[in-house]
Every structure is written in structure tokens, then in C-alpha cells.
T-cell receptor
């Protein structure tokens, strides 16, 4: 089946640092989604990307839909303690009528005091 | 802001028992989903439900699983005879118009099978 690979698997950074993570696939996606999951909670949508090359911001978060449609990155600027969590990329398989969202392997972000 | 609510937050059951996980999706949403997340792993699709029927299911969603929308507001996942490997977080989600609109997830039910 389709796999979304995220890197890095985990990050340990200091508060105030910028963060960059990415997501790659062997197959083309027509939509890229970035979710954040806090401990004990469900995933929350951060950014949705619908067009190849699209660059979208949401506050301190910026995400881009790669022009090959096989990758996406998420940047977080000036990290704060509440940024801690697991970040997942996700996307629907690009087949008509398909309702399955495939999630990536996740990047765990930890802020070192 | 409207949200997806799930009950219970934690369910412990013995192997072989039946469990029902409950969800109340956002009221104007038409598409409903169950996902699961085994501890430390990624979120996996189980099933999608639209217009009172299953629209897609994964290979995980075998005959021991079933879903129902019994009364127009609740959306349930039943596991008929639980196995140890069913232990996971189960997330319900809903969306207005399928996967091309934002999916809103509940906070999950942690199922522990002993």
C-alpha cells in the first residue's frame, strides 16, 4: 500500500528555534494535510494544501506542496512549548471516490528546557 | 467550536468480549470515519461511512468489526470478539464533504484488551 515517510522521526530543539520536517511518498498525492497530535488527544488539522507548488502559512507554521506532488514540508518558526507533540502528514489516495486518509509515520517534536 | 465527542475515554475489556465505542460527530457533517492508532504508531484508517452505509473499509476492518448510525446523531464502532491486538486508541472523525474537506477528530477511546 501507499506509504508516507516522514523525517526526522524525532526532533529535540530549544525554545525559539525554527523547525523543519518533511514528508515523502513514492506515489503522487493531490492533497497534502498536516496534523498535530497532542498526548491523549486526536489529530488536529494545521494546514491543508491542494495545489502543487502551493505555499501556505498558518501563523508561525508554513507548509509547501512539492511540485512533484510526492513531497511536502512543514516549517515552524520560533518554536514555543505548546508546539510539542507529534506532527503527521496525511493525504487521500488520488483515486475518485476514495475516502481513506493515509497518515505518515510522524515526527515527534520535543522542546528541551 | 463544534467538536467530535467520543465515549468512553478508556475501555478495558477481556479477550473475546464485545465492545461498542461511541461517537457523536459534528451535527452538520455527512461523512464519518473510524481510525485507530496502536501505541507509538501512526494513525490507520478503518472505515468510512456516508449516506447510511460503509463507503470504504481497510483490510483491518474484518468481520469482527461493524459500524452503525443508530439514531441520526451517534456513530458507533462495534468489535464483536476482541483480541489482544485490538488494543489501541480508536478515533472517530467527521467531515462536511469527504476527505477533500477537513476531517475533525475526536479525542479517542483507549481500548485495552486483557
Amino acid at each position: 500500500g501507499q506509504q508516507l515517510n516522514q523525517s526526522p522521526q524525532s526532533m529535540f530543539i530549544q525554545e525559539g528555534e525554527d523547525v523543519s520536517m518533511n514528508c515523502t511518498s513514492s506515489s503522487i498525492f493531490n492533497t497534502w494535510l498536516w496534523y498535530k497530535q497532542d498526548p491523549g488527544e486526536g489529530p488536529v488539522l494545521l494546514i491543508a494544501l491542494y495545489k502543487a507548488g502551493e505555499l501556505t502559512s498558518n501563523g508561525r507554521l508554513t507548509a509547501q506542496f512539492g511540485i512533484t506532488r510526492k513531497d511536502s514540508f512543514l516549517n515552524i518558526s520560533a518554536s514555543i512549548p505548546s508546539d510539542v507533540g507529534i506532527y503527521f502528514c496525511a493525504g487521500p489516495r488520488p483515486n475518485f471516490g476514495n475516502e481513506k486518509l493515509t497518515f505518515g509515520t510522524g515526527t515527534r517534536l520535543t522542546i528541551i528546557p | 467550536e463544534p467538536e467530535v465527542t467520543q465515549t468512553p475515554s478508556h475501555q478495558v475489556t477481556q479477550m473475546g468480549q464485545e465492545v461498542i465505542l461511541r461517537c457523536v460527530p459534528i451535527s452538520n457533517h455527512l461523512y464519518f470515519y473510524w481510525y485507530r492508532q496502536i501505541l507509538g504508531q501512526k494513525v490507520e484508517f478503518l472505515v468510512s461511512f456516508y449516506n447510511n452505509e460503509i463507503s470504504e473499509k481497510s483490510e483491518i476492518f474484518d468481520d469482527q468489526f461493524s459500524v452503525e448510525r443508530p439514531d441520526g446523531s451517534n456513530f458507533t464502532l462495534k468489535i464483536r470478539s476482541t483480541k489482544l491486538e485490538d488494543s489501541a486508541m480508536y478515533f472517530c472523525a467527521s467531515s462536511e464533504s469527504g476527505v477533500n474537506s477537513p476531517l475533525h477528530f475526536g479525542n479517542g477511546t483507549r481500548l485495552t484488551v486483557t
